[in-house]
């Protein structure tokens, strides 16, 4: 069977990283590569693809049998459309889109055309992820009572550039939170309600820096997320679980923490912790470690988009699961906003 040819829209930091993670996946090549900018053509060279300044021209040139986006966050409705146009499958970055009404938008596309779409939520897709819900499933922790979710990093200055600093578009709740809610969405199931507050008193730039988070489950639990930028810290999947040590350390601590009616669970160390006999906060817990095998997430996710394209496989997350993340990422906007809490049903597009 030939190789899938994979084009690649968007040559800047996750675009690179889909670029260099396609010749680690087996059966997919990477077949050219568009960005507006003139100097992403050097890595075209480089790889001895094509090079697109425009999206539009790349679809004309019929060199790609399924295109990965990694382009700001505002172009991907315009180029998740003129793609599924043409019927080529999409990867479609985190987040789906920019907004609720962009998200609705792609996701009609989506079931008119009948081309598919798979988000880019690659942890899902991490050994570690796949052994924490198959664990949650098999009943290991009891019911999900509660989860406590961390992301606490510090970005350096030249990060905030161009659209990361665009209210609407950038920010640490649509560039890293929507990771967490994603993730919880998976664990918990549908969000019910959202209480939230944000700030940005520390960078003072038009999207927020900081946030927290409660979120209420239609199946009962309750989760909170701490999420910043800008505050010095370990407690981030992005720094703990190793999933591109080319670009972040691992340090040796946790992220996640659920907690069950019979045990807790805490991540990416996949620490299981449960008391001998029944539980009993005067009784010392033992932890053991859930087996996994290791593997890489990003070239796990394009196994899986490569299957998604070919037709052998529905997306582990669609554009429908994505607008379900968005639409909690604008009930905890809202929240903010209006001092209030929020349902998630009265956002439903």
């Known amino acids: 069977m030939a ?45 001895g693809v094509p090079f697109f300044a425009e999206a539009a021209d790349l679809i004309a040139a019929r060199v790609a049998d399924a295109v990965v986006v990694a382009a700001p966050n505002d172009a991907h409705l315009p180029l998740g459309l003129e793609l599924l146009a043409a019927g080529l499958p999409v990867l479609m970055e985190k987040p789906v ?30 050994p570690i992820i796949k052994a924490a819900k ?3 499933e098999a009943g290991e922790i009891g019911e999900l009572v509660t989860a406590t979710v961390m992301s606490v990093l510090t970005k350096p200055a030249p990060y905030f550039a161009a659209w990361r600093v665009v ?18 969405r998976h664990f918990f199931g549908p969000v019910a309600q959202v209480t939230a507050v944000t700030s940005n008193a520390q960078r003072d730039l038009p999207v927020e820096d900081t946030a927290a988070a409660i979120l209420s489950f239609e199946r009962g639990g309750l989760a909170t997320i ?35 009616t019979k045990a807790a669970l805490s991540l990416p160390d996949l620490s299981l912790w449960r008391h001998p006999g029944p539980p009993d906060w005067t009784v010392e817990m033992r932890r053991t470690a859930l087996p996994h095998t290791p593997g890489d997430a990003y ?16 997306p582990l997350n669609s554009a429908a699961d994505g607008l379900g993340t968005m639409t909690v990422v604008e009930a905890i906007r809202r929240s903010a906003a209006e001092a209030r809490q929020v349902s998630v049903a009265e956002l439903a597009p």
């Open 134 to 136: 198959a664990a949650i």
């Open 167 to 184: 209210a609407g578009q950038g920010g640490p709740l649509l560039i890293n939170t929507t990771h967490e809610i994603d993730l919880l």
């Open 3 to 47: 190789d899938l040819r994979i084009a690649v829209i968007g040559a800047g930091i996750i675009g690179r990283t889909h670029i260099e993670t396609l010749g680690r996946v087996e059966g997919m090549a990477l077949s050219a590569i568009a960005d507006p900018d003139p100097a992403a053509k050097a890595l075209a060279d480089a790889r």
């Open 226 to 260: 701490t999420q910043t930028d800008a505050a010095a810290g370990p407690w981030a999947w992005d720094v703990t679980a190793g999933e591109n040590l080319a670009r972040f350390p691992a340090h040796d601590t946790i992220a996640h923490a659920y907690a069950g």
């Open 299 to 314: 070239v796990a996710q394009l196994a899986h988009f490569g299957a998604v394209a070919r037709g052998e496989a529905e």
């Open 97 to 126: 889109t920019a907004s609720l009404a962009e998200g609705a938008e792609l996701v009609a596309a989506v079931e008119r055309t009948g081309v598919p779409v798979l988000v880019g939520h690659h942890r899902r897709h991490n």
